[in-house]
């Protein structure tokens, strides 16, 4: 049996989609199963998806699920799969608890602003209830900013599990989600160490 990997956060444009696809592809790279799962009604990854599948084989599963139908899609999926990686959509209810529920894990991206900080506790509170471990993953981190070091300081004060992999604010991300790829499909730049030392990482928590 696969393991579930959701992605989620109750503030929109935080990088959940950014995130999620990065780590599908750096995952299929190593050589898993994946299958891809979106439960967000604006649909990004199935966008994402469905340009890579234009372009040709996209080496991996997809599904869509409404929130309350996506843990009977990740049973499904997850039998003929190392990784469902699940994206979700910018809100944290009682429509989440299905697909957390079937979760190994549940990686809560985190752009460097106070607002991010804000709406992290929903997410926190609700996978602690399910007894789910959570993962926050710094993203459109800018290094040696004021905000960013606020963020950080933050996010250890309050004893936050925090990924050391760290995701930097660089346009291949949304450049490579434009054209249906992973950023480890653009060549080999700064980000590829950021996208394997995450996936590596994950990897050793599920």
Request: proline residues 3%.
């Amino acid at each position: 049996m696969g393991q579930v990997i959701t992605v989620a956060q109750q503030k929109g444009g935080s990088g959940k989609t950014t995130v999620a696809v990065n780590l599908a592809v750096a995952f299929a790279r190593a050589g898993h199963e994946i299958a891809v799962l979106d439960t967000d009604p604006q649909g990004s990854m199935g966008h994402w998806f469905m340009t890579r599948d234009e372009a040709g084989d996209p080496g991996m599963e997809f599904g869509t699920a409404s929130a309350w139908g996506a843990g009977y899609e990740c049973k499904k999926m997850r039998k003929s799969c190392d990784y469902v990686i699940v994206d979700t959509p910018p809100k944290v209810d009682s429509d989440l608890r299905p697909v957390l529920r079937e979760s190994s894990l549940v990686i809560v991206p985190v752009a460097t602003s106070q607002v991010d900080l804000w709406a992290l506790d929903s997410i926190l509170e609700l996978a602690e209830r399910l007894d789910v471990p959570a993962l926050v993953v710094l993203n459109r981190f800018k290094a040696g900013t004021r905000v960013s070091e606020d963020v950080v300081k933050a996010l250890d004060e309050r004893g936050v599990s925090r990924a050391a992999a760290v995701l930097g604010n660089r346009v291949v991300y949304a450049e490579s989600l434009g054209i249906g790829k992973g950023v480890l499909e653009m060549g080999r730049g700064a980000w590829t160490a950021e996208i394997e030392a995450l996936r590596d990482e994950v990897s050793g928590l599920v």
